[in-house]
């Protein structure tokens, strides 16, 4: 009997931290979608004024826009992305999800790292990174 429940519960643990994996995950797409249009449109303070207060305390305001101001001004604006992987990992009941998109921009490409927190049903900007060799070389 023991055994039984013991693997009740495992088994709705199991199946509840899988929702919120998906929930994570489709969350964190919105979130990237959005960065994207603010980011086409030259919102860049936006994007930061909605990040969490992770992301604020790690980089300035100041920082954060000189930082994505380079991108727009070297690559241009984003015209296509895919996702090339995820993670979502519950820790101490917060949440994280780090997505990886492959991402082309007018005058490049690039792989760009989003980290976000769940704060409920949204997934709020923590770390934003960008792996691009034409970025460098532009």
Do not use: P, W
Request: charged letters at 20%; proline letters at 0%.
């Amino acid at each position: 009997m023991k055994t039984l429940s013991f693997l009740l519960i495992l088994t709705i643990a199991v199946v509840a931290s899988g929702c919120g994996m998906f929930k994570g995950k489709e969350a964190a797409e919105q979130s990237v979608a959005d960065f994207h249009k603010l980011y086409n449109d030259g919102k860049l303070t936006e994007i930061y004024a909605a990040g969490h207060s992770k992301l604020k305390g790690a980089t300035t305001e100041k920082e954060f826009l000189e930082f994505v101001g380079a991108v727009h001004r070297k690559l241009g604006k984003v015209t296509q992305t895919t996702n090339a992987g995820f993670n979502v990992r519950t820790f101490n009941l917060t949440t994280t999800v780090v997505m990886t998109q492959k991402t082309t921009f007018e005058n490049g490409k690039g792989t760009e790292t989003f980290t976000f927190q769940m704060d409920g049903d949204k997934a709020v900007l923590v770390g934003y990174n960008i792996n691009s060799k034409d970025l460098i070389l532009k």
